[in-house]
Structures are given as C-alpha cells and as structure tokens.
C-alpha cells in the first residue's frame, strides 16, 4: 500500500495555495461519500437475515480493498461465499493465501452479525474441497443460517463502524501496556497461535524488517505496478471504483489536477511523486509501539480462513481499546524478491518449524480515519 494522505499532505504547499485562491466550495464536496455508504447503511432495511448479516460483513478488512467476497443465496437459509477471481493479486498473493485470508475476515463478521439478530450460523469451510496452489471454482464456504434462543452477541460486534487498518504514524511517546497485548491476543478465539511483543529489541528488529521489506516492494516493478493500477486518485475514481487504494480529499484530488500525482507520475520510479511515496514508509514502520502476529499449524486452506477470522476478531478488540492496528504483509509474502525477509521475520518471531505466519502488524496510538470505500452489497450477489 504505498500511499496514505497524510504524507502527501506534508507535501502538499502548492497546492493548499491553489485550494485557498479556489475557495472552500471544492474542498467540501471532496467526501466520496457514495463510495462510503456502505457504512451507513449497515443492518438497515434489511428483512432476509443473511443480508443483513452480508451489509456488515462487506465491512471486513481485507487486502487492497480488492473485496474479493461473491455471494450466492439461491437456496433458502443459506449463502455459498465464492472468491470473485477478478479480484486476485497474482503478483503479491501468488496463491491467494492473503485473499483467503480477507474472506475469513469476512466469514467471521458474517457470525457477528448474524448473533447480533438472534442467528446462529453454521459455517462449513470449502464444502467441495479446495485447490492449494490457486482457488478455482469451488466455493469458500456454505453457511446456514437458523435463528436460536440461546445465541448470545459478541460485545466485539459494537465496534464494526469503528475498525479500521490504520495507515498513519503512531504516537511514538504513547507506549502499547503487557495488558493491552494480553487482551488482544485472547480475544482471538480461534484454532490459531497470537503472539505479540512490545519488547524494545524486538519492536526494533521489527520495525527495521516491515520497513526492509516495504522497501523491496517499492523497487519489485511488478509488485509495485500492481499497488499503482489498484490506486483511484479523487472523488470521480473512488466513487466509480470504490476498492483498491483509495487516495482522496482536497489536498490530493489538488495534486491530481495539477499534474503533481497522477497514475503515471506515480508509475515513474523517478519522479517526485514516487519518491514521497516512498520516503513516507520508513518513519510510518519505525512508529510502531508493539507488534502482533498469527500464524497457523500448516498452511492449509481452512488455516487460511481461520487466520483471517482471528485477524478480524483482533482488529476489533484494538479497537474496543482505543489502538491503533496496521497490517503489515509484505514481509510474509511469497514472491521471490522478498524471501530473505520472509526467513528473517520467522527467526524474530521464533516461528516453529511447519507454522506459516499468516497475518503480521503493528501497534500504537494513531489519529481516527474515516472508512475505506465499499462496493454496495447488492454488487456481490451472485446472479442467478
Ligand atoms: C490479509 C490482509 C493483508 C493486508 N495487508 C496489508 C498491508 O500489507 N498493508 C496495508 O497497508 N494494509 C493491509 N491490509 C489492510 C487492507 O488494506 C484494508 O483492510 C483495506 O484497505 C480496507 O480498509 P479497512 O480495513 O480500514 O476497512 C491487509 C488486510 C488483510 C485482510
């Protein structure tokens, strides 16, 4: 992800001159707010349970915003999740490991917000089977819904419009306490292993590696191109594709218009554009506070899924606690350029032989951010 706002609005002098010669009138009708609907229309009009329980779950984190969930309801009760293949990372996921992992995130708030209605669900992981190298046809997951007196709410669930993947600089004077890591990884709930450190050694190591390896995904053209085509710079593009990486506001819709920070400016490993870009990232990783991880005995599919369920379930007890979460992925990633970081971040985090890491990211207090963009729902059904 190689952009966020607020490192271009450190560079942004031109063009806050051009904003303020233009008046405020562009600047508040900047907000995507189509793009963020999704947000606001969870759970609302709604009758049939499963989607009611779909309009959160499109609310799940998952990688590049690529949200890559398709949705078949044809029979009664129940849903069938597919991957959509058009919404794959050939480049950074070879083998759709990370995408599973978003469906996971997926398939877990799915469970939240059914609870949240008086349903249970009865999630059964590849009812067909599934493919290891890459997904094919076969569905995600089957999912029967049935409403049960005895189904009680997850206190997690009242902070789904809160979450977010947190992009920005931490408060580097705001130290993550033993206990805030403790609580974050019991809350995950799930067959999988959550190991965090606010141990300075470590968080030093670590910063220095997320960095290491970001760097190595600005420099692997192909990696890089696949962040820059997934980029929507303005209002018109994140309302028109409202996923990928969304770079909006006044400030950056400015720059855009000026030439300054375009798709192409961006795409030329020389031009200033890219440069910024780049120059944000190494003080972004070494704000870190603490860092957490999941990984899994093997790295089977279902693994996969339950990474991503466990991911979600600490994102949002982050949340309850007022911290600030980043996933940083590049690091475990499996393309050849980054393997050196690969087996060195399984030596810091002391993983076991036969455990994968499946998820990775780091802590500390940052600033609140509005919600990501989110194709509606009624865009994920499958058609008959
Ligand atoms: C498996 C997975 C991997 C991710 N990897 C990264 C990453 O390396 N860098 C990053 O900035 N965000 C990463 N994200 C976060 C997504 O970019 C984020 O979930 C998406 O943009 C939607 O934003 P939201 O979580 O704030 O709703 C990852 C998310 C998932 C589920």
Known sequence: MPLTRRALLKSAGAAAIVLTAAGGTFVMTRNPAKAT?????????????????????????????????????RREGELTLHCD?????????????????GLGCFLELLQLAAKEYGFQTEIQPFPLGSAFEQLDERPIAAVRFHRSESVKP?????????????????????????ATLLAL??????????????????????????????????????????????????????????????????????????????RESLADMSSSAYQQGFDMFKPMMHSAMAHIWIATEGNSR?????AGRAWLRVNLKATELGVSLHPLSQ??????????????????????????????????????????????????????
């Not at 789904?160 to 931490?170: M, T, W, Y």
């Not at 710079?233 to 030439?259: S, Y």
């Not at 087996?343 to 990211?361: C, W």
């Open 37 to 73: 609907a999704p947000w606001h229309t969870a759970g609302q009009d709604y009758t049939d349970p499963r989607l009611r329980a779909l309009s959160y779950a499109i609310l799940a984190p998952n990688p590049h915003n690529r949200q890559p969930w398709l949705i078949d309801l």
């Open 331 to 384: 690091a475990l990633q499996e393309y050849p350029e980054v393997r050196p970081h690969f087996d060195k971040v399984r030596n810091i985090l002391e993983a076991a032989s036969g455990q994968r890491l499946q998820m990775l990211g780091r802590l500390g207090y940052g600033p609140q951010l509005d919600p990501s963009p989110r194709w509606p729902l009624e865009t994920r059904l499958k058609e008959a």
């Open 185 to 262: 990884q019991d809350t995950a709930d799930r067959t999988v292993l959550v190991g965090a450190t606010n141990n300075s050694k470590q968080v030093s190591a670590l910063r220095d590696l997320t960095w290491r390896a970001m760097e190595t995904e600005l420099k692997t053209r192909d990696a890089y191109m696949e962040s820059v085509e997934l980029m929507r710079i303005g209002k018109a593009e994140i309302e028109a594709n409202p996923d990928g990486i969304d770079l909006g506001g006044p400030f950056l819709e400015t720059l855009n218009k000026l030439g300054i920070l375009t």
């Open 85 to 101: 293949s058009n919404r794959l990372l050939p480049v950074t996921d070879p083998f759709n490991r990370q995408i599973v992992i």
């Open 302 to 306: 279902t693994a996969q899924l339950e």
């Open 154 to 178: 997850d206190r997690l669930f009242q902070q789904v419009f809160k979450r977010r993947s947190n992009k920005e600089e931490f408060d580097t004077a705001r130290p993550i306490a033993d």
